[in-house]
């Protein structure tokens, strides 16, 4: 087996460069060879299990098992080159599977190859859209269109795959120039309504800009977006308007089409499928089409839910500077960045994004969340600044800005601003509750206005009830109204709806305390310390242990709170007798 030997020292140097090492040692069998293989797929490591499987082979060259879980290891970290030795190796076997014939089919048409892939028996095996429609596109590259047809025509026959054989159909034709052919098909006159994603609308746009019908295509793109954020739509609508033709690029040719019928199965599958089985489409779509931004972005997000963070950075990254949708994946590599521990660079992505791109609200809203959530309040306060400035008018879908804007003025120590801000994000959205809940829990903390905020955080209670850290809120306003028996009850349900928060468990500690149940209290105290609390809370219960909750409160200058159910004989804290 030779070819996996000689493909172990690169996948060793991707692997290394992707940040997933191979530990040095293992059984001379390898047994720990293919148990780690089989850890790192489960967890979707592809990097660490394409090395170990690689590994694992060397002692069981013909295990076709391990053959598999090296392909799907190499599609994972998008090792296609790699990936074609091995998928021949499995099609010669005669055990090709659902993976090895997507492979196949992407050296294939990069080749343009298209005898190969009308003649490739084992497609079948993958599913039947994907056979017909890549049969059907092979025959284009053949300059076949009648038997291109025919087989379009065969997907569409069939009822649960009609919508992607009339999709496709409509791109071959516009491949070829007939446009008008095109249009029949995806204004629906030919044989109705056909639901297409993003892509086919940007499609048969680009079809109508062909036929001369700008204003059409402007009306398609309203239609189906309305005032949308989108910036490739804004770009196209003002390229539309301007009156200028939109060349047609969606499929050019066979390869573009095969690329887009692997594209649309990836996007069918998105949501509905296993994640790894999805990627191996979205990853095949990019490979073809590269210029795809919305493969990339796909790719992207799929490795993203995978937890790959480092991959997910690597697609993100692919999206060039020129594109519109640039920032959109500046964004995501940035929050990936985030996701694998490099904060700081995650940061800058976005700082010099908020530079290029200054226009453009959503990068700093990014901004602003990445620093509040490093809590660095002051800076955050800038970007979310810099962001309500690009808002003529405040509506109810910017009420969260706004609410993030407050959380970082009252975190700084301003609350004037705080307040202003949870207000008007409650007159965006009045019964948003993460905003009542905010404002008035702030108020208790505070021990003002407490009326109003016991009203403000029963609406979020009635909005949210199974939320523990809402139910927590208003257990703790009745506790600070002085209303402690009413306390008991929203602070014993807020615990079990968040049983190891320390914040919850502590407040539940003083509930008990002030109705005079004195050791439930401390039990609960120490709960609180064992879910590892801030230090200055932790030190602060520690002292409540040390002489209960009224000696501290009366160190800190505030009232002391007397357990309303003590008796002369209750346990002083502390004491052995408790």
Do not use: C
Not at 80 to 103: E, K, M, N, S
Not at 219 to 243: C, H, S, W, Y
Not at 407 to 413: A, D, F, L
């Amino acid at each position: 087996m030779r070819l996996f030997s000689a493909r172990l020292v690169g996948t060793l140097v991707l692997a290394a460069l992707l940040g997933s090492a191979a530990p040095v040692a293992f059984a001379d069998e390898n047994p720990g060879a293919y148990l780690a293989a089989r850890s790192a797929a489960a967890n979707r490591n592809y990097a660490e299990a394409a090395v170990w499987f690689t590994l694992a082979l060397e002692a069981d060259p013909e295990n076709l098992g391990l053959i598999e879980g090296i392909l799907q290891s190499q599609i994972g970290i998008g090792d296609f080159d790699g990936a074609t030795d091995t998928a021949q190796h499995l099609v010669d076997a005669g055990q090709p599977g659902q993976t090895a014939p997507i492979v196949l089919l992407v050296r294939n048409a990069e080749a343009e190859d298209y005898d190969a892939i009308l003649t490739d028996p084992t497609s079948a095996g993958v599913n039947a859209l994907y056979e017909k429609l890549t049969k059907a596109w092979a025959a284009v590259g053949k300059g076949d269109m009648s038997g291109a047809i025919a087989g379009f025509d065969a997907v569409t026959a069939t009822p649960s795959m009609g919508a992607f054989g009339l999709y496709h159909k409509a791109l071959a034709l516009a491949s070829v120039g007939d446009y008008e052919g095109a249009d029949e098909i995806m204004s629906g006159r030919a044989a109705g309504p056909i639901a297409v994603m993003r892509r086919g609308v940007i499609a048969h746009v680009q079809i109508l800009s062909q036929l001369e019908r700008n204003a059409d295509a402007i009306k398609v793109l309203d239609q189906t977006f309305g005032n949308t954020a989108d910036p490739e739509v804004i770009m196209l609508r003002a390229r539309l308007a301007a009156g200028e033709p939109i060349p047609f690029d969606v499929a050019r040719n066979a390869k573009d089409g095969l690329a887009e019928v692997l594209y649309t199965i990836a996007g069918g599958l998105n949501g509905e499928a296993d994640d790894t089985f999805t990627l191996v489409y979205a990853r095949a779509a990019a490979r073809l089409r590269p210029d795809n931004t919305e493969a990339l972005l796909m790719v992207a997000g799929l490795l993203e839910q995978l937890q790959q963070y480092d991959l997910a950075t690597q697609s993100y990254a692919a999206v060039p500077a020129d594109d519109p949708s640039f920032f959109v994946a500046e964004v995501g590599r940035a929050e990936t960045l985030r996701k694998s521990g490099k904060v700081e660079a995650a940061i800058e992505v976005l700082q010099a994004l908020s530079r290029s791109h200054a226009e453009v609200l959503g990068v700093h809203v990014a901004l602003g969340d990445a620093l509040r959530r490093e809590e660095r309040f002051a800076e955050a306060i800038v970007a979310y600044d810099a962001a309500v400035a690009l808002i003529p008018t405040l509506e109810s879908q910017h009420w969260t800005i706004v609410y993030s804007r407050g959380v970082s003025h009252e975190q700084n120590g301003d609350w004037p601003k705080a307040e202003a801000d949870f207000r008007t994000a409650l007159r965006l959205n009045p019964d948003q509750p993460q905003v009542l809940n905010y404002l008035g829990y702030s108020f208790v903390d505070r021990g003002e206005n407490l009326d109003e905020a016991l009203q403000l955080i029963e609406r979020a209670v009635a909005a949210e009830p199974q939320s523990g850290y809402i139910v927590d809120s208003l257990a703790w306003a009745y506790f600070r109204l002085g209303r402690f028996d009413d306390a008991v009850a929203p602070m014993e349900k807020a615990s079990l709806l968040e049983p190891v928060d320390p914040v919850v468990t502590d407040h539940l500690g003083d509930v008990y305390w002030a109705v005079g149940r004195v050791l439930e209290a401390q039990f609960q105290w120490r709960r609180a310390l064992s879910f590892e609390p801030e230090e200055d809370e932790a030190t602060r219960i520690r002292r409540k242990l040390e002489v209960g909750l009224d000696a501290v409160r009366a160190e800190e200058g505030t009232p002391p709170i007397r357990p309303l159910a003590a008796t002369e004989g209750t346990p002083a804290p502390g004491s052995d007798e408790n």
